[in-house]
């Protein structure tokens, strides 16, 4: 999932449910600052943090810091790493960056592209990678570049419909 920043990061649902009352709204702030530093979206310094006195907080890439109880029906189709907040707050910006998986394409391959997530999938024959590494268009394919790129094999489906993958 990419982040405001354009990064893909790791979603977390930590549990604070083994704190109680000022402990509790303790932990939270730690927990909510520590993923602001981290390069999630959602606390603002200076404001009093949100959700202080929930078990649980989700942490998304687009989305603020969220409760279960408020935002349940947001998070129903979301999987999020279980973690606790001892261990949320161990966490290095290397830890909640998902590694980019480069794809093993072969000239000719038959695949999806697209360049942003409200687009849709498009069919195409891969050609290459972009040798610049800093560039956000990896996918040579039919003389275009593209910024997603998925095997057509197994993903038929989504031709032409602005799905994600999962």
């Given amino acids: 999932m990419l982040n405001g920043r354009g990064k893909e990061m ?3 649902k930590i549990d604070l449910s083994g704190y109680e009352g000022m402990g509790r709204e303790v932990v939270s702030e730690a927990v909510q600052k520590k993923a602001f530093e981290l390069g999630y979206p959602g606390w603002i310094s200076g404001r009093k943090p949100m959700y202080t006195e929930c078990p ?8 603020m810091l969220k409760d279960e109880d408020g ?3 947001t998070f129903d189709s979301v999987k999020n790493t279980e973690i606790s907040a ?3 707050l161990a966490l290095t910006p290397e830890d909640v960056q998902d590694k980019p998986k480069e794809p093993e394409f072969k000239p000719f391959d038959r695949v999806l592209v697209r360049d942003d997530c409200d687009e849709e999938w498009h069919i195409a024959f891969f050609e ?3 040798k610049d590494k800093d560039e956000p ?7 275009s ?14 031709l032409g419909t602005k799905e994600n993958v999962e």
């Fill in 10 to 12: 790791k979603e977390y």
């Fill in 56 to 63: 649980f907080l989700y942490i998304e890439n687009s989305h």
């Fill in 71 to 73: 935002h349940k029906s």
């Fill in 86 to 88: 001892a261990d949320f």
């Fill in 128 to 130: 290459g990678m972009n």
């Fill in 137 to 143: 268009f990896h996918y040579l394919c039919l003389g």
């Fill in 145 to 158: 570049y593209w910024r997603h790129c998925i095997p057509y094999e197994g993903n038929e489906h989504l």
